[in-house]
């Protein structure tokens, strides 16, 4: 798909031997997207072409063999000179899939495990062809560690560590978050944030993204605080590092360092939201994605598609407007899609909404639909949960927004919207209480 703009600092990576131009340090797969390839990826079982649906990391559609290593998650590899992306899990070409035939044969599905049973030898015939024909890449050639982006090194053992304040999450609540914590006084330094994503900001940098408007300032406003405060030594930031795990008071990290154990005096748990889903026939078509997903793609300066569609079953999120600010010409449509078709890629959306059903072409479709909160973490701190429509949320305690002692949560993981200003109250609420 066209660029929004070209690429300031180029570099040259190779997906399946054909010459991509990228910016260095995006995902890679926006860049592939970009050079017009949305079908990155085939499904584990009937080979069906998959596309990036969230840009986070959460979905199966962005998979593949980067610099020899299988089922990376491409929307989480930043872009580099020389780097080898092979398409995965396919018998033929990235475009014509010989395994896609399993689709064809058994379009209401198929149970491997009960084709031809009871008939001698055959069975096992078909199951072992199935375990050869499943599965999402073949292993490494070579033994070893091997990093995303060709990083190589020995296996060490896990680090402990103290420290007086770690935020998980570098999206709009963590920012907040730390931006408080950091008003404490303390060390240089003393305030933590790991996030798991090429660079901190979140969804603030997709809010803020493509206008000075009223929209977009306060977002703005924020990322530059927080700039300002890490270039002053007041916060520290590591980003592709992944809080795994919390257990008592100990929190497992693991980043391209290696693994250390942290405790935190205080640990803020701000890890944001996943993406709603819906189920309709034609969901998972290449081209169907998420409202941030969308946003997110076009920040970095690359639009999903020449006619991209925006469905809206309920109220809309701020995601809409930053899509619509960046791509004027997209149409926006409120129901609920019943169905999508296309075979490689989306073609068409049909919305049941108060007129009855309509039915819209696209060639990118984005749903905006209700997040579902990233309790995970916060069910392991030990954190009550409250069971909405949208999934658990973890609840904190009002006016602190304390866990536990010494353990707090704020942002979409407790329910609360995406608000600046709502954000930054809920922020300073938990400095208070941390003092």
């Known amino acids: 798909m066209p660029r929004l703009r070209p690429p300031r600092n180029p570099v040259t990576l190779h997906f399946d031997g054909e010459a991509v131009v990228a910016e260095r340090g995006e995902p890679a797969a926006a860049a592939l997207v970009a050079a017009g390839h949305l079908a990155l990826a085939r499904s584990a079982k009937f080979h069906r072409p998959r596309g990036p649906a969230c840009m986070r990391a959460a ?38 899939d010989l395994l896609r035939m399993a689709d064809w044969f058994f379009p209401e599905g198929m149970n491997h ?10 069975q096992r015939v078909m199951q072992a062809f199935a375990r050869r024909v499943a599965g999402l890449g073949r292993l490494p050639k070579e033994a070893g560690p091997v990093g995303h982006a060709g990083h190589t090194g020995p296996v060490r053992s896990a680090a402990r560590r103290q420290v ?28 933590e944030v790991v996030d798991d994503d090429l660079a901190w900001g979140g969804s603030a940098r997709v809010l803020a993204a493509g206008g000075e408007g009223s929209a977009a300032g306060p977002w703005q406003r924020l990322l530059g605080a927080f700039e300002t405060a890490m270039r002053g030594g007041r916060i520290a930031v590591r980003t592709r590092t992944t809080a795994a795990g919390i257990y008592r008071d100990d929190v ?49 300066g690359v639009a999903p598609g020449k006619k991209v ?52 072409p696209c060639d990118a479709l984005i749903l905006d639909l209700p997040v579902a909160p990233a309790y995970e973490l916060g069910a392991q701190a030990g954190a009550e949960l409250v069971h909405e429509p949208r999934g658990f949320v973890v609840r904190a305690a009002a006016g602190t927004g304390r866990i536990r002692e010494g353990v707090y949560a704020l942002g979409e993981v407790t329910g609360a919207p995406l608000d600046p200003a709502a954000l930054g109250e809920a922020a300073e609420a938990i400095a208070a209480a941390a003092r």
Not at 171 to 190: D, F, K, Q
Request: hydrophobic content about 45%; overall charge negative; some cysteine.
């Open 59 to 96: 979905c199966d559609g962005c998979l593949a063999r980067v610099d020899g290593e299988p089922n990376v998650m491409t929307c989480r590899v930043p872009a580099a000179e020389g780097m080898r992306i092979e398409t995965q899990n396919v018998m033929g070409s990235r475009d014509t």
């Open 113 to 122: 495990h009960e084709l031809f049973a009871g008939v001698p030898g055959v």
């Open 164 to 191: 007086d304040v770690l935020i998980v999450g570098a999206g709009p609540a963590g920012m907040a978050a730390a931006l408080a914590l950091a008003g404490n006084g303390g060390e240089a330094g003393a305030v």
């Open 252 to 300: 497992l990290v693991a980043g391209e360092e290696g693994v250390e154990v942290v405790t935190a005096r205080t640990l803020v748990l701000a890890p944001g939201a996943h993406d709603g889903a819906l189920a309709f026939e034609g969901n998972d078509l290449p081209g169907v994605m998420s409202a941030r997903a969308g946003a997110r793609m076009l920040a970095a």
């Open 309 to 360: 569609v925006v469905v809206t079953p309920g109220p809309s999120s701020p995601y809409v407007e930053a899509v619509a600010r960046a791509l004027p010409d997209a149409r926006l449509v409120a129901g609920t899609p019943t169905r999508a078709r296309g075979s490689s890629r989306v073609k068409e959306v049909v919305v049941a909404g108060a007129r009855g059903e309509e039915r819209v």
